[in-house]
């Protein structure tokens, strides 16, 4: 028993170290709740290994063995690539993606990290053979050897749970990151593989009882864009322009300085007493409670600014601040001068990373690490950027140079109210999907060329009257070398002489093709004569994280280890129009750029729908990132460890005064915690239909 239990034991610890010092270094590991799951899961698999009979022993106990040593090595090759440890719906939901998509990644992830996998390996094989060559068999258990496994299992239980406890009880932070499971790269770093995928399973399991018990409430939901949006003042749809022209006569005469002076909340009328009644869980009850409470942020001497223009909204594939160069891409260097300048702009990493950084971009929602932008296929939109232009009655696009199908845009898209199209067709039947690809030059290219695709695309829209488009970007993805990346292979002479490294120059080079694209974008606006009425926004979905920490640095040329500095980024929001830059010196982000969008457009919206805040609003700028660290225009806060670190005002002392940072902090802590809530209720109990049939509005 001994010998069986050892092996079980011995090289699931030797996997947890291996991984841990290969994944991530020499940082603080927690052992204590990892060696108690190990104790007991190697008891339970001792006892049932004993109890088995020939063939069947043999089978379960290299199982057992090969399974977790595999498992763990998958782990450290997806870390590699994604900087995010691979969680179970990812691979159920992303894994043939992966596969499909990813495969140079892997096999460059695979080939950095293969020492450690030879590491990882060696134990499940050594010790069967060590063993057989000394002629150990394995055991046929007698009940004493039953009752001695049975008291090894529950010992471990005991022992986590008691680890578990005395974390609750002194408030360490593993126990809240382990319960609440919010970052599972934490959980990964600081507890292990082991920890992090009972975790991960526990929150499954917890959500799909959760699905099965509102299950006989299921309907099937009316596309977003059937629905239209609800004006705050009576309840009622957002009536349609008029058609004659004239839709501006009513406003003309209105006293221009009474416009700009009026200040209106941004939100609906909804009825609480129905909201409350509709609840039928905890979550639910916590989200009418949490509505209910916020003030709505309100207007300000921007609401309205670009009312009746169109929106062109980019997604910038693996974008960042160090793409910009005033030589090299002229075009992103321009608008990125003009127009809105946001000094303290954040693009948090999130687990799905490109799929995650869609959602919080179009949504204004924290993901809640389950592939939230697939799972929103299922759930209505009304709130997001198509049903606002819809009911003005114009047409929104989504275009993306990659496949139809991948990360399920050809459902999500569409749900939102998007009239998406793709320029290859992925694991899609032709003659279903067929019309929703775009014919563009070298779309087998990886990666494809965005300017090819704003050659192919924007024709499609460009003389309608109005349009709103989407544009996810695929140019700046990784891998960033002139043999992996095509676009950087095709501008490759453009970087030739800057004295940098080769993953630095591939980057630039790579993003060129993005600046083309945007170049060729408002060359055709400004052809068409819709430039003037055209505002252009961008913002990354993540940064370059296919670079190393180093590597990135040696692109910034700085060092970018102080706070949050490696989430630094650009926000593009630009209309030709702007004879001076706006300069905005407000902490902001991602999660904050619909309802900034919104409030420019002059939407009539509801404030308290969203995660983020209306960036040019009264309110302080807060940034949430993916382990509840926040920075807000007072603090950067680090939730491990609890580093804090207070901003000054001009005069060189601290923006919150010493007697105030402790209820500051508190306050602020709790707010992250409630936008996380929010935003994963919303999708995990479809919220928006709740609150639509409060504010009067049926399906």
């Known amino acids: 028993m001994l010998v069986l239990w050892g092996t079980f034991a011995g090289i699931g610890m030797w996997l947890e170290l291996v991984y841990h010092f290969s994944g991530y270094g020499w940082t603080f590991f927690n052992p204590f709740y990892v060696m108690c799951l190990i104790t007991a899961w190697s008891g339970l698999w001792t006892l049932v290994v004993g109890l088995l009979k020939k063939r069947l022993k043999k089978i379960v106990y290299y199982t057992v063995i090969w399974l977790p040593t595999l498992w763990t090595c998958v782990q450290l090759v997806y870390l590699r690539i994604f900087k995010q440890p691979l969680l179970w719906e990812g691979m159920i939901k992303g894994g043939e993606d992966a596969l499909t998509n990813y495969w140079k990644e892997a096999l460059t992830a695979v080939l950095s990290a293969l020492p450690f996998i030879i590491l990882l390996i060696l134990p499940a094989v050594a010790i069967p053979i060590f063993l057989r060559w000394y002629g150990w068999r394995m055991p046929q258990f007698r009940s004493q050897y039953v009752a001695r496994s049975v008291i090894v299992c529950l010992s471990g239980i005991v022992g986590g749970s008691a680890v578990m406890r005395f974390g609750d009880i002194a408030g360490f932070e593993y126990y809240e990151e382990y319960h609440d499971f919010y970052d599972a790269y934490a959980v990964a770093e600081e507890m292990g593989v082991m920890p992090l995928f009972q975790g991960d399973m526990a929150n499954n399991l917890s959500r799909l009882i959760d699905d099965i018990k509102r299950g006989h409430k299921e309907e099937k939901y009316v596309p977003v864009a059937a629905q239209p949006v609800i004006n705050r003042e009576n309840g009622s749809s957002s009536e349609e322009p008029p058609q004659d022209g004239t839709e501006n006569e009513n406003t003309e005469d209105m006293p221009e300085e009474a416009e700009k002076t009026e200040i209106l909340p941004h939100s609906y009328d909804i009825d609480y007493e129905v909201l409350h009644q509709l609840a039928d869980n905890k979550h639910q009850e916590w989200m009418a409670d949490y509505i209910e409470s916020q003030v709505p942020v309100n207007t300000n001497e921007y609401t309205g600014m670009f009312e009746g223009y169109n929106l062109i909204f980019l997604t910038a594939e693996g974008f960042c601040t160090y793409a910009i160069d005033e030589e090299l891409t002229p075009t992103l260097y321009k608008l990125s001068h003009s127009g809105f300048v946001c000094e303290n702009y954040y693009v948090p990493l999130w687990q799905t990373s490109t799929s995650d950084g869609e959602y919080i971009n179009m949504t204004a929602l924290i993901p809640d690490q389950m592939h939230s932008m697939k799972r929103s296929a299922e759930n209505i939109q009304p709130f997001a950027l198509p049903a606002f232009f819809a009911a003005e009655n114009v047409h929104s696009y989504a275009y993306h140079d990659n496949s139809l199908s991948y990360y399920d845009r050809h459902r999500t898209h569409p749900n939102m109210g998007y009239d998406f199209k793709a320029c290859k067709l992925g694991d899609l039947d032709e003659a279903e999907w067929g019309s929703k690809v775009f014919q563009m030059e070298g779309a087998n290219r990886w990666p494809a060329s965005d300017y090819n695709m704003m050659v192919a695309t924007v024709p499609e829209y460009v003389h309608d009257e109005r349009f709103h488009v989407y544009y996810m970007t695929v140019s700046g993805h990784m891998n960033y070398s002139f043999s992996g990346n095509a676009m950087s292979a095709k501008n490759k002479d453009a970087v030739a002489n800057l004295d940098k490294s080769e993953t630095s120059k591939a980057y630039i080079a790579c993003n060129i093709e993005l600046d083309k694209a945007l170049e060729s974008l408002i060359q055709q606006l400004d ?3 819709q430039l003037e009425k055209t505002v252009i926004c961008l913002s990354a979905d993540h940064y ?72 040019l609003s009264d309110r302080e700028g807060m940034v949430i990132f993916n382990n509840r660290d926040f920075v807000t225009d007072s603090v950067i806060f680090i939730e491990k460890g609890d580093i804090t670190t207070w901003l000054q005002d001009e005069n060189g002392q601290d923006i919150v005064p010493d007697d105030q940072k402790d209820q500051y902090l508190a306050q602020a802590r709790q707010e992250v915690k409630d936008r996380y809530n929010f935003s994963a209720y919303v999708i995990q109990e479809n919220y928006y239909t709740d609150v639509l049939q409060a504010m009067g509005q049926t399906e």
Do not use: H
Not at 576 to 594: A, F, H, W
């Open 544 to 615: 370059p994280y296919g670079m190393t920490d180093e590597e990135y640095e040696e692109l910034a040329g700085k060092d970018l280890s102080q706070g949050k500095d490696k989430f630094r980024n650009t926000l593009i929001l630009w209309n030709s129009g702007m004879e001076e830059p706006v300069i905005i010196d407000k902490v902001c982000g991602s999660m904050d750029l619909l309802p900034t969008l919104l409030n420019l457009f002059g939407f009539d919206y509801d404030s308290r729908m969203y995660a983020g805040r209306d960036i």
């Open 527 to 529: 052809e068409a004569g």
